[in-house]
Each structure stands twice: as structure tokens, then as C-alpha cells.
């Protein structure tokens, strides 16, 4: 190599966070309208391998629900993930009051909030939100409407207990 050649060599980091990058999204009213990254798009196996040596060097790297559930064995496919955000957005998006935050952590894949849970409290804090997670085999998670300290999520044990039980996650006092 001669003295004025540069050498670059990859970085995972940036190539991981350039694969999570979620442009043009802002607007998305539902997790479908987010899915716009390489991550999205890209043959699963790629996306896999990617994870699996960012993983290596980054154990608490920022993935969706769904990837972190595939490389655990838990999911599938991709699409079975993308199922689940599907159908949960088919369900709140016909209930008044449900409104999709596309935005969130790098690499999340959105939340929704139950904006009408915000009068039950005293002082501004935090609705009522679901959120997709691999932290469990049902793979929604609740948080009640609260202010200043989060409280534990409620784990919901799918799509059958969401749609039958909505109304009482709806109507949870504040923390």
C-alpha cells in the first residue's frame, strides 16, 4: 500500500444502524406503512447473518420484535411477524381512540396508544400503550396510563385475548 492510499474497512455498527434506518416513515398510521428499511426488504437470510455478527459484538443491539424473536427460534419467518403487527393494527385501528406512534426506539417497529386513558390522570404523563415484543409467546405487551415511574407491561397472550379482553386493558387505572 502505498503512504497516500487510505484503507476503510467496514464497520458492522454502521452497517447494522444503516440497515435499521426507518426513513420516511414519520407518517405511517400503521406498522405496515414503517417498513421501509433494508431489514424489510432484504432476503431474509442476509438480514439474519447481518444480526447474528452484529450480535457478536453488540448483544443489546437495536432490532425489531420480530427479528429478535426469528433468531431465538421463536417466529418462523419474517412474515409471520409481519402477520402479527397486521393483525393487531386491523384491530386498534378500527377502535376509537387507538392512535399508531411509528416512531420509537432505532430499529422498533412502533406503538400504539390509547389516547383517551391520558384524562384519568392528574398531571401530563403517558397513555395507556401496546407494543410488540419478543419477551413473550403472546407477543403484546401492555403499559397502563401513568405518569413519572413506568410500570410493569401486562402481557397479553395474543390476538383471542387483545380482542376479548380490549375493553379492560382500555379501562386500566393509572399506575
Known amino acids: 500500500m502505498t503512504a497516500g492510499a487510505l484503507r476503510v474497512e ?3 455498527g454502521l452497517e447494522w444502524s444503516q440497515a435499521i434506518e426507518q426513513w420516511g416513515g414519520e407518517d405511517a398510521t400503521t406498522p405496515s406503512g414503517t417498513r421501509r428499511s433494508w431489514l424489510h426488504r432484504a432476503p431474509e437470510q442476509q438480514v439474519m447473518a447481518l444480526y447474528q ?6 448483544p443489546h443491539a437495536p432490532a425489531p420484535w420480530w427479528l429478535r424473536a426469528l433468531a431465538a427460534g ?5 412474515a409471520e411477524g409481519f402477520a402479527v403487527e397486521d393483525r393487531v393494527a386491523k384491530l ?3 377502535r376509537p ?16 396508544e390509547y389516547v ?20 413473550h409467546p403472546g407477543w403484546i405487551d401492555v403499559i397502563r396510563v401513568h405518569a413519572r415511574v413506568t410500570p410493569d407491561p401486562v402481557a397479553v397472550k395474543g ?7 380490549l375493553a379492560h386493558l382500555e379501562s386500566l387505572a393509572p399506575a
Open 53 to 58: 455478527t452484529i450480535r457478536r459484538s453488540d
Open 92 to 94: 386498534l385501528s378500527a
Open 10 to 12: 467496514p464497520l458492522i
Open 116 to 135: 383517551p386513558s391520558e384524562r384519568k390522570l392528574a398531571e401530563p404523563g403517558v397513555p395507556t400503550t401496546l407494543m410488540l415484543t419478543d419477551r
Open 159 to 165: 390476538l383471542a385475548d387483545l380482542r376479548s379482553n
Open 97 to 112: 381512540g387507538w392512535v399508531f406512534v411509528p416512531w420509537s426506539v432505532d430499529g422498533d417497529s412502533g406503538y400504539w
Open 74 to 78: 421463536n417466529l418462523e419467518t419474517r
